[in-house]
Every structure is written in C-alpha cells, then in structure tokens.
C-alpha cells in the first residue's frame, strides 16, 4: 500500500480521525449506518468521507459501520486504511448466491473458507502482484466459525431460517452469478457465490487481522432464481425479514467474537 500517513488516509475515506474507529469495525456491502441505528446503546457519532459510517456502543462494547457498498475493491480498501489505523477485527456483511440443494432464500450463512476469484487479491492478498491468487482458498478457525453459526441460529431461531457454515468463492460482477459459474464453482466446492470475502479474508490473512464474513442468501443460480429473478410473495417477505436481521445479527457477532 502507497506510504501515506494513516490520519491523512483516514480522513480523507472516512472523514474522522483514527482515534473516532473502534477496534472492530462491520463493513456493510448493502446495508446504510441507519440501519443500525435502534441498535445502538445511545446516539452513535457519524463520519462522512469516500466511505460513511458511525461509531457507537453496543452490549456496552465500542465497535464502528462502515458502509462500502458492493464490490472487492471497496472492501479491500477500506480494510487496508482501517489496519493503518489499528483497526483489528472485521465483520463483513453482505449477499451471495447459493448454490447447494439445501440452501434457500433468505438462509444466512458465516464463510468458513474463500476461494478467490477476484482480483483485489492479486495486489494486496498475495506475496507478489505477479503471482495468481485465483483459486486460493483461506479459512477461518474452526472455533470462532462455529461460535458464530451457533450465535446466528439462536438469534433467528422462530424465522424459519437455516444458518450454515459455508465455502463462498468470490467473484468481481453480480452479473457473472449465472448457472454457468454456478456449476463451475459447485464442482469446484463451493457454496455461495459473494463479490468480497475472499478479499477480506486474504487481507486479514496478510495483515495478520481477524476478519468473519456473514451472507444473506438472495439467489438461487442454479435452481432457477438467480439474481434480479422475479420473486414469489412470500419469497419476498422471507427476504425483507431476514434483511432486516442482518445489521443486528453482524453487531452480536462483533461484540461477542471480538472484544476489546
């Protein structure tokens, strides 16, 4: 990364100084700082620059949202000027395709392992820019895996929901999350299609930070609803219900997997 002064870089993405980040921060592909907003302890303190967020308490726990919207460029930038400001432990939230029978709309799922299928990576996740990251497949311990999986399924448990840990191979366009890809990917082991946790977690792995991926399953590429598919009612429904969740589901994870 360019060798630039952390309070510069970090007023200059998010508007504050690094003194206004927690330690933890969730990082939100689709979901606004307001989403949050009931959520917090009391009023949070909001931040605006290339990227918005806020900081605030919950469960007593100081922890920062930031808003990157899609995109593995976005988030693994915003993660790489967090580290410099001594940001340690990421919650990503975002959406993906699924692609085993078992899993449906609105299933959530914590990424286990990615495999790499972007190229954010290629510059930042890698030893060497020249080397080919696509296909590299970085996990998570066991412990803070299954910790989390057990945490989400008591929270939605009465939604009707499954909660799976999952393989999510990573790809730079929404619009590649086809049955082709699909069919590819599943061979190839994975579960669900996102666009950014396999830079995030290849960035926690060379920045040496704990980074945990949530997905909300939106499309079924592979049974005949992939993304932007017209959706029965109640599809829509269950959706929009678990939708809603996942800004609190993503603070739970935070203060109950990392503290301070």
Not at 28 to 50: I, L, M, N, V, Y
Not at 162 to 188: N, Q, T
Not at 232 to 248: F, I, N, S, T, W
Request: proline share 4%; glycine share 10%.
């Amino acid at each position: 990364m360019l060798e630039l002064e952390p309070r510069r870089l970090v007023q200059t993405h998010f508007g504050c100084r690094p003194e206004d980040l927690a330690s933890t921060v969730v990082l939100t592909t689709h979901w606004p700082p307001e989403a949050f907003a009931k959520h917090w302890d009391e009023a949070p303190e909001d931040f605006q620059g290339w990227f918005n967020g806020a900081t605030g308490s919950f469960h007593g726990q100081r922890l920062s949202v930031i808003l990157t919207h899609n995109g593995a460029c976005r988030v693994g930038q915003a993660m790489l000027v967090l580290n410099s400001a001594g940001v340690k432990n990421f919650v990503l939230i975002g959406r993906s395709s699924g692609l085993l029978d078992k899993l449906a709309l609105g299933d959530v799922v914590v990424v286990r392992t990615s495999i790499c299928g972007e190229s954010f990576s290629r510059y930042h996740g890698a030893d060497h820019f020249l080397d080919d990251p696509f296909g590299w497949r970085v996990s998570i311990e066991d412990e803070m895996v299954n910790g989390a999986v057990e945490l989400v399924r008591g929270l939605l448990e009465g939604d009707s929901v499954s909660v799976y840990a999952a393989r999510a191979f990573s790809a730079d366009s929404m619009l590649s999350h086809d049955r082709g890809l699909g069919e590819y990917v599943k061979i190839k082991g994975g579960h669900v299609i996102d666009g950014e946790t396999s830079t995030a977690y290849a960035v926690g792995r060379v920045q040496q930070v704990e980074t945990l991926s949530l997905q909300c399953v939106t499309a079924l590429p592979l049974a005949g609803k992939p993304l932007f598919a017209e959706l029965e009612p109640e599809e829509v429904k269950r959706l929009e219900r678990v939708h809603q969740r996942m800004p609190r589901l993503s603070l739970e994870i935070a203060a109950a997997v990392f503290t301070e």
